[in-house]
């Protein structure tokens, strides 16, 4: 999706060799804790803006990309996606669960993989529960440094004592 982007931009990144690039570059966005005002100062002045150098020298501004980019991960409509975005779909998941479970679930939410490397991610995920969630609720999103290849080796599971039961049980 920052390839798109930065094409809507003038940058032409459509080689194999472009994808690596673009990884890297995509390690410097961030997300927006309010997308519609980083949009708005976007729109008012270059204070966010930010250059990147390319392998051959050549340098790239990147500006509302930088988060437009993220956003996609909270609100995938952007894109023509028409799933929840990771709030939404985490908040989903815990209001499927039995109610005593809940408070012990969103105040354990871990986040991790690669995408979950953008900065602001972590506050943003837990603005964005807060709003759908009554304001008494509790919720605390936790993105360990080791997030990049935790996914890869598993994830200690802090309710494995909550479902053990349903497991031996067969359910």
Request: without cysteine; aromatic residues 12%; charged residues 20%.
């Given at each position: 999706y920052l390839a798109r982007l930065l094409c809507e931009r003038g940058y032409d990144?459509?080689?194999t060799s472009d994808l690596e690039t673009i990884r890297d570059m995509k390690e410097k966005t961030y997300v927006a804790r309010d997308y519609d005002a980083d949009l708005k100062e976007c729109s008012m002045s270059?204070?966010?803006d930010k250059?990147?150098?390319l392998p051959d020298g050549a340098k790239v501004t990147i500006a509302s990309e930088r988060f437009r980019c993220a956003e996609a991960l909270i609100n995938?409509?952007?894109v023509g996606v028409d799933?929840?975005?990771?709030?939404?779909?985490?908040?989903?998941?815990v209001m499927k669960c039995d109610i005593h479970l809940r408070k012990d679930l969103l105040t354990n939410i871990i986040i991790a993989g690669g995408n979950?490397?953008?900065?602001?991610l972590e506050d943003r995920v837990t603005k964005d529960l807060k709003n759908l969630l009554p304001e008494s609720s509790l919720v605390k999103v936790v993105a360990a440094p080791e997030r990049k290849t935790s996914?890869?080796?598993g994830l200690?599971?802090?309710f494995c004592h909550l479902f053990l039961p349903l497991t031996l049980n067969g359910l």
């Open positions: 990144f459509s080689s270059s204070s966010l250059s990147y150098e995938p409509r952007l799933k929840p975005g990771i709030p939404q779909s985490i908040y989903n998941s979950t490397l953008m900065k602001g996914i890869r080796f200690v599971d802090p």
